[in-house]
């Protein structure tokens, strides 16, 4: 049974930095696509980061730059460091996990079978 459980969530002042983690267990890690994806009250859940299991790398134009996602493949663990928060970086913060995942028009997706989430982590920027 696939499981994914977030961490690191806070509340911190615009500029200010985080780190997510997410521990996954259940499958052999690094066979997945991974990523992080977020959901702001109102709005509908964007993929903000993934990394594949290659080690290649994808962002949206929101938060490149500022954002870098990661992982521990020997400690099973998936990272997200974010710097220069912003209050519209707002949002419950899940990881996720599947077969492949793409970027397309500053989209990311998963496609090709089942994607597992975590229980998310809320992020909160104050201005």
């Known amino acids: 049974q696939v499981q994914l459980m977030e961490s690191g969530g806070g509340s911190v002042q615009s500029g200010g930095s985080l780190r997510l983690s997410c521990v996954a267990s259940g499958y052999t890690y690094g066979s997945y696509c991974m990523a992080w994806v977020r959901e702001a009250p109102g709005k509908v859940r964007e993929g903000v980061a993934t990394i594949e299991s290659g080690g290649r790398t994808n962002y949206v134009d929101s938060v490149k730059g500022r954002f870098t996602i990661s992982q521990d493949n020997a400690a099973n663990t998936l990272y997200l460091q974010m710097n220069s928060l912003k209050p519209e970086d707002t949002a419950m913060y899940f990881c996720?996990?599947?077969?492949?995942?793409?970027?397309?028009?500053?989209?990311?997706?998963?496609?090709?079978?089942?994607?597992?989430w975590g229980q998310g982590t809320q992020v909160t920027v104050s201005s």
């Open positions: 996720a996990a599947g077969p492949s995942c793409a970027k397309s028009n500053d989209v990311i997706y998963f496609f090709g079978g089942t994607v597992y």
